[in-house]
C-alpha cells in the first residue's frame, strides 16, 4: 500500500506543528454489490495511530463513512528530534507502517 | 398613475413585517430542538444514555459538496482543552459512527481534518467526551450534489 505523510523537516521547540497522512487504500464499505449483483466484501483501514517517539498524537478507530485514500492532518506538540511513525491496520490483518524523520532546534 | 399609499395597506405590511420577526425566534428554536435530537440519536450508541450539551465544539463542513465520495470534514475544541476522545458521525450513511478519535500526550490540539464518504445530503455530528465525563456536540448540514455510489440504486 503507497501512502503519503507531510511532516516538516525542521520545527521549533514547544512549537505546534501540523502532520499530514494519506494512504491509498478502496475503503470498500461492504454495502456494494458488484455487475452481478454479488455483495463485494467489506475492506477498509479500520485503524491509525500516529507516535511520536513512541508516545501517541493520536489513536483512531475508522469505520465506513471514511473516505477511499483515507486522510487525516493533524497538530503535533514540537518536543525533542527523533521520529513520527505512522500505522495503519487493514481489515484483513495486515499492518503498513511508516515513518518520518523530525529535527527540532 | 400610480396608487396612492393608504393607511390600510401600510398598516397590513407593518403587521406582515411583524409577524415574520416573531416567526423568526419560534423557528429558530424548533431547528435547535431538532438538532438535539439529531445529536443525541446519532450519539447514543458511542455514549449510551449520558446527555449531550450541545457546544465546546467546533465542525467545518462545506455548506454544498458536489462529491459526497470524498467531503473535508474538519473538528476542534472552542478552547485548549483536551477531549478524552472526540466522534464523528455521518447520520445519513448507511453505518453512521464515522471515526473516534483518542489524543495522545503528543497532541498540540484537539484538532482533526479528514474525508468522509457520504451517501447523500445530511447532519454531519462532532461530539467531544471531556475528562469530567461530559459530552459535548455540534451539528453541521452538508448538501451534497451528487452522492458517493454507498448501496447499488443510489
Not at chain 1, 89 to 96: A, K, P, V, Y
Not at chain 2, 58 to 79: I, R, T
Not at chain 2, 105 to 126: C, D, G, K, N
Amino acid at each position: 500500500m503507497k501512502v503519503l505523510v507531510s511532516v516538516p523537516a525542521v520545527v521549533r521547540r514547544g512549537e505546534a506543528f501540523e502532520v499530514k497522512a494519506m494512504a491509498m487504500h478502496v475503503m470498500e464499505n461492504g454495502f456494494r454489490r458488484d455487475m452481478d449483483g454479488k455483495a463485494v466484501p467489506r475492506k477498509i483501514l479500520n485503524h491509525f495511530t500516529c507516535r511520536y517517539n513512541g508516545e501517541i498524537v493520536l489513536d483512531c478507530d475508522w469505520h465506513t463513512p471514511i473516505s477511499a485514500n483515507p486522510y487525516m492532518s493533524f497538530a503535533v506538540k514540537a518536543v525533542d528530534s527523533g521520529t513520527l511513525t505512522f500505522e495503519w491496520i487493514d481489515d484483513d490483518g495486515s499492518i503498513e507502517r511508516h515513518s518520518a524523520p523530525i529535527t527540532v532546534t | 398613475m400610480t396608487a396612492p399609499v393608504d393607511r390600510r395597506s401600510l398598516l397590513a405590511a407593518a403587521a406582515a413585517l411583524t409577524a415574520a420577526g416573531a416567526l423568526s425566534p419560534a423557528v429558530a428554536l424548533a431547528q435547535t430542538a431538532s438538532n438535539a435530537t439529531v445529536m443525541a440519536v446519532a450519539l447514543r450508541p458511542v455514549f449510551g444514555d449520558k446527555p449531550i450539551k450541545p457546544g465546546k465544539v467546533q465542525l467545518k463542513v462545506p455548506v454544498v459538496a458536489e462529491n459526497g465520495s470524498s467531503v473535508q470534514v474538519s473538528v476542534g475544541m472552542d478552547g485548549p482543552e483536551m477531549p478524552k476522545r472526540m466522534v464523528m458521525v455521518a447520520t445519513a450513511n448507511p453505518q453512521p459512527l464515522a471515526t473516534e478519535i483518542r489524543f495522545g500526550p503528543r497532541a498540540a490540539r484537539a484538532e482533526v481534518t479528514t474525508r468522509l464518504r457520504l451517501a447523500r445530503s445530511q447532519t454531519i455530528v462532532a461530539a467531544a467526551e471531556m475528562p469530567d465525563g461530559t459530552v459535548w456536540a455540534t451539528s453541521a448540514d452538508v448538501t451534497i450534489t451528487s452522492g458517493a455510489c454507498i448501496e447499488l440504486g443510489e
